[in-house]
T-cell receptor
């Protein structure tokens, strides 16, 4: 079963700072998910990626399949980016079942 | 991206009652839906996999008679928490996946979640 590690667990930044959140996993995968969970609990899918890099607005996700590592970057961070960011990967190889990291709680102060 | 809705968004009930939570895919057909549970400050944990027209597959440790799952159509799955108790209080989240079509294989879209509080 895949094991997911996220770092840091908590992150506090000033508005405008560049943010990096890391995710490592133990078993080779077909794709990795980045999710955002708002304070009220609702989850939004940010990215699903299997190689290289994806960009959406101020969010950039990268993945290195060989190193079993992914990063989520936020440029020009804003207080509305404050949320928990969660990395998820298939539990085994091509499994459709996901296992989730414990999340990184991001707080962006104005 | 595709939209998944859940209803209700929150529910408070008395111990011993049953609660039904609906998960709908609004603009696509979902052959597979997943139900997750999240306790405070913990990760999402998969409870069961729901396939349209067949019985759900439950994860180890999840009581199938307590958490009844029905996936009667390609756009709707329901989770019924039977005889709810305070320890069932949690955040329940569904996700939906389509195996073909415009959505990439293995991409899951998440519902907003349902917060259940059992008194």
């Amino acid at each position: 079963k895949n094991e997911v590690e996220q770092s840091p667990q908590n992150l506090t930044a000033q508005e405008g700072e560049f943010i990096t959140i890391n995710c490592s996993y133990s078993v080779g995968i077909s794709a990795l998910h980045w999710l955002q969970q708002h304070p009220g609990g609702g989850i939004v899918s940010l990215f699903m990626l299997s190689s290289g890099k994806k960009k959406h607005g101020r969010l950039i996700a990268t993945i290195n399949i060989q190193e079993k590592h992914s990063s989520l970057h936020i440029t020009a961070s804003h207080p509305r980016d404050s949320a928990v960011y969660i990395c998820a990967v298939p539990s085994q190889g091509g499994s459709e079942k996901l296992v989730f990291g414990k999340g990184t709680k991001l707080t962006v102060n104005p | 991206g595709a939209v998944v809705s859940q209803h209700p968004s929150w529910v408070i009930c008395k111990s011993g009652t049953s609660v039904k939570i609906e998960c709908r895919s609004l603009d696509f057909q979902a052959t597979t839906m997943f139900w997750y549970r999240q306790f405070p400050k913990q990760s999402l944990m998969l409870m069961a996999t729901s396939n349209e027209g067949s019985k759900a597959t439950y994860e180890q440790g999840v009581e199938k008679d307590k958490f009844l799952i029905n996936h009667a159509s390609l756009t709707l799955s329901t989770l019924t928490v039977t005889s709810a108790h305070p320890e069932d209080s949690s955040f329940y989240i569904c996700s939906a996946r389509v195996g073909s079509g415009r959505i990439t294989y293995n991409e899951q879209f998440f519902g907003p979640g349902t917060r259940l509080t059992v008194l």
